[in-house]
């Protein structure tokens, strides 16, 4: 078992998620993480279930993994080694992404994930740091084997998982779908005035939407026409969260009909802009 501890004050991790203030924008940073290119996830599944009475958001892909060191680098605070790999430029460059937009669906996160040679598991918990009268950040993290999964008494303790049969199941939910990959489950989701989760799971059983009266908000911002579908459903939001697609998303056990933006358009134009000082007299130089 090994022992991430930051000099941040455990306040820090809620403070640090109201950077965003918009629910999907959290879901896509952890979108982010599994499209970037150092993963080469192909699908991402994005779900909802419940775990010994708890709310649950699942984020699920099938990339190459994390070691234990890989997963130390993730839960790290300001650490980053991403680069671009064959004209693919990753999305997130300041090693921030995972921690506020974890943080911000809900107050614990558990990631489990395989490699083809190791199995890990981090735990990023409030619920846990309060418990423990944690003074800085202190996240649990472990390398697993299926023969002897032992000392992992703090995750089970302070996660839905308090067996290690337990926590082999949910690396096992990674197999079942590819050799390798992650898995993120959140818990203690986000609630709204009335004690419901800030999300309508039950409209669209295919989907994750925002309940209507919660996008009166966007109605306040100088929006005078209907709301648009991208920002109270997830599914639609995914559809044209890329560019240039690489990857599947399946949101509640269905695919999400990407569409390519430029294609959809009904007119385009191309302009080239030339700064006015490429034409001017006068150089750089001349000017300092």
Known sequence: ???LSAHLNPKFLHTNSTS????????AELIDNAYDPDVMAKQFWIDWT??????????QDNGSGMTKSRMYELLSFGFSDKQAVGGHTPVG???NGFKSSSMRLGKDTIVFSKTRDTMSVGLLS????????????????????????ARL???????????????????????SISSTGTRIIIWNLRRVANGETEFDLSTDRYDIR??????????HRGVTQSVPEIIYSLRAYCSILYLKPRMQIIIRGQKVKMQLISKSLALTRKDQYKPSFLVSSFTLESLI
């Not at 965003?20 to 879901?27: K, L, N, S």
């Not at 703090?154 to 998982?161: A, G, Q, V």
């Not at 925002?210 to 109605?219: F, G, L, S, T």
């Open 1 to 3: 078992l090994h022992f």
């Open 20 to 27: 965003h203030t918009w629910p999907f924008g959290a879901v």
């Open 50 to 59: 419940r775990i010994k009475g708890f709310d649950c958001l699942t984020f």
């Open 93 to 95: 460059m300041y090693g």
């Open 126 to 149: 409030q619920s846990y740091l309060e418990s423990i009268q944690a003074k800085h950040v202190v996240v649990p993290i472990a390398s697993l084997r299926v023969e002897d999964a």
């Open 153 to 175: 008494q703090n995750i089970l303790k302070h996660s839905p998982f308090n067996t290690e049969k337990e926590l082999l199941t949910e690396l096992r939910a990674i197999t």
């Open 210 to 219: 925002i309940p209507a009266d919660a996008c009166e908000v966007y109605k």
